[in-house]
């Protein structure tokens, strides 16, 4: 383990190298050691070492704040730390501004150098797991997760990768269940943002005042129940990227903020006098076709006009069906594995059905459906039978009739009947009705429906 | 062949080597023959600090190290220190030929209290094995009772144990199972 981590000494004293060296080599290290600074570089430019140890007086050629500084150039995450015999306050504080870690007199007391290399290798592991996790967390969002073979998906993907760098703005319009989430998480962890935040921000799921202080956070005391001030997801998000859901539905309040803090990038808290300045890079999306919005004087234009500097339209999964087979036994793997199910994949008689379904729900639902499916199986393969549900769900049922009312009506109804069924529950009631559970929340702002 | 040898370096006290050689006996299978006393080498006196270089202590032990020893120890009671640390309690080479331990700091009086001998041998043993441990290929134990356990100070020296972990006992019986 701790050969992982190698170590370097520099000091022209041949009896101070070879002495720390081999103390250190009885802990475990692998400890390489050089009489000068160009030596040392040498070392530096073939080997990672994880803590240079550097004599900060080495007469003739480089001295001991050049050879740091060198090393530091060639490895920027070694550790440095500087050795001196005489303490000066001078010295100290210029090896220390120079970037050395650490700065010790010797001779010092064993413990002293023990702790302080077991302090820095812990450090080195946390960074290092970090990255690692951060690598991973990346990797999860890579666009090949994107599971697709339809040619205006491709493009689509094409498209992320393209903007993934830049600061514009995009809006990913799409019905729900398409999968607008996951674009802006491609473009977000493929960008030069990967490695700050991405924060997600329903804003069909609240209020207009909860919305505002979610946003933009409020001070201690803008209201009743601030007992201290609090950062909003536009500050959370500084350096990364925000992602607004359901845009089509924020007030017309919030639009004229949020217009603002495009144009400025900088916003007040509520309850605030100062202006917070952020750098953050906004994705929104939509199920709403905005441009009939803006003439219907719901959505303002020039609100509109900024967010749509880039727009990405999600085709509806009833357009692209040749991905259905493809997403389906992708859904099959993962889901399997993770429900402990040995379900190896999905008869041809089933795909079938599944390719002629409509799929309101996108998706989604075929995710949905699948593990539905995959609950209630028993074989090795989901059959066709597996989803004879799915069929009587979408056949029309025998003597039922058309009520001679509006379609909105029709909804408003369906609604309230799943609410029913479901006792009030909205993340039930809006997996039953195939829709998601901000768009639920539109629907039942819309009728004015009270559960 | 391949003998195990101990040997003091200037005065030490009489039954220091003795208490070793019973130490090790359990461990190596060697042969253990203490050989004449050293002289403390020339020039490892260091007068800024009143203390000896240890690597002078090293070299002399390799130089006059006999052909057919497999490892020297060498026992003083002086003072030895590194220029980069304030004191040592023995140093080895890793995995090579020599090492020497120090008695000076092992002592009850160095820290102002009554000498205590059974305390002392107990300390030299703990050393011992600890610097022939490195000489054979051991690095440093976690637990903290191990006798190859890094101790940097007399508490840490006596919270170890007389003997080896059970894991560093058993890379030992490998390496001599293997013939090393």
């Known amino acids: ?451 | 062949m391949n003998e195990l040898c101990l040997v003091a370096i200037g005065n030490v006290p009489g039954n220091a080597l003795q208490w070793i050689e019973n130490a090790t006996a359990e461990w190596f299978p060697l042969p253990i023959r203490c050989l004449p006393s050293l002289p403390i080498p020339n020039g490892a006196y260091d007068a800024k600090r009143g203390q000896y270089q240890s690597v002078e202590f090293m070299k002399m032990l390799v130089r006059s190290a006999p052909p057919d020893a497999s490892r020297v120890l060498g026992v003083t009671d002086v003072d030895l220190a590194i220029p980069m640390l304030s004191f040592l309690f023995g140093q080895a080479q890793f995995d090579g030929p020599v090492a020497v331990v120090s008695l000076c700091r092992l002592h009850q009086q160095f820290y102002g209290l009554p000498e205590q001998e059974s305390l002392l041998r107990e300390r030299t043993v703990k050393e011992a094995l600890h610097e022939l441990g490195h000489t054979f290929g051991l690095v440093h134990c976690s637990e903290p009772t191990c006798a190859m356990s890094l101790a940097t100070h007399i508490e840490l020296v006596d919270a170890k144990a007389e003997h080896y972990c059970e894991r560093c006992g058993l890379k030992l019986v490998q390496r001599f199972a293997r013939g090393e």
């Not at chain 1, 030596?39 to 073939?46: H, Q």
């Not at chain 1, 050795?83 to 413990?111: L, R």
């Not at chain 1, 002293?112 to 302090?119: D, F, K, Y």
């Not at chain 1, 085709?315 to 099959?332: N, S, T, W």
């Open chain 1, 1 to 451: 383990m701790k050969k992982n981590w190698p170590i370097l000494v520099v000091d022209d004293e041949e009896v101070m190298c070879e002495s720390m060296a081999a103390w250190l080599r009885e802990d475990g290290y692998h400890v390489d050691t050089a009489p000068n600074g160009q030596k040392a570089l040498e070392l530096a430019r073939a080997a990672d070492y994880a803590i240079c140890f550097v004599d900060l007086k080495m007469p003739g050629g480089m001295d001991g704040i050049e050879t740091m500084m060198e090393i530091h150039r060639i490895r920027p995450e070694a550790s440095i730390i500087i050795i001196t015999a005489y303490a000066t306050v001078d010295t100290a504080i210029q090896a220390m501004k120079e970037g050395a870690q650490e700065y010790i007199v010797k001779p010092c007391n064993p413990q002293e150098i023990s702790m302080l290399v077991s302090r820095i290798l812990k450090l080195k592991k946390l960074q290092s797991e970090n990255a690692i996790l951060r690598k991973k967390l990346t990797r999860q969002y890579r666009h090949h997760d994107v599971i697709t073979k339809n040619p205006r998906m491709e493009e689509i993907l094409a498209l992320t990768q393209e903007v993934s760098s830049l600061r514009s703005t995009v809006l990913i319009r799409g019905e729900s269940g398409t999968g607008k989430e996951l674009i802006a998480r491609a473009v977000h962890f493929s960008g030069n943002r990967a490695d700050k935040p991405f924060i997600v921000v329903s804003c069909a799921a609240l209020t207009e005042t909860l919305l505002e202080s979610e946003l933009f956070g409020y001070e201690k005391g803008a209201f009743t129940g601030a007992t201290a001030q609090a950062k909003g997801k536009f500050e959370l998000a500084n350096g990364g990227t925000i992602f607004l859901d359901e845009i089509g539905d924020i007030s017309a309040k919030l639009q004229a903020d949020l217009l603002r803090v495009l144009q400025e990038r900088r916003f007040y808290r509520v309850g605030g006098t100062q202006e917070v300045e952020v750098d953050v890079r906004v994705i929104a999306a939509t199920n709403k076709n905005l441009a009939e919005e803006v003439q219907d004087g719901a959505f303002r234009e020039d609100l509109y006009y900024r967010l749509n500097v880039i727009e990405i339209r999600l085709p509806p999964l009833r357009e692209r069906r040749e991905d259905i087979p493809l997403l389906a036994e992708h859904f099959v793997q993962r889901i399997s594995s993770e429900l402990g199910k040995d379900v190896a994949g999905i008869s041809e008689d089933a795909l079938k059905m599944l390719i002629a379904h409509d799929w309101p729900g996108n998706v989604r639902e075929l995710e949905n459906v699948i593990e539905r499916a995959l609950v209630t199986c028993h074989n090795g393969n989901l059959s066709e039978q597996d989803f004879s549900w799915l069929q009587h769900g979408n056949a029309q049922p025998e003597g039922w009739e058309v009520p001679d009312v509006p379609l909105g009506e029709l909804e408003r109804r369906a609604i309230v009947a799943a609410l029913e069924r479901k006792h009030g529950n909205v993340k039930e009631a809006s997996s039953a009705l195939g829709i998601d559970r901000s768009t639920l929340y539109d629907k039942l702002k819309r009728y004015q429906i009270t559960h």
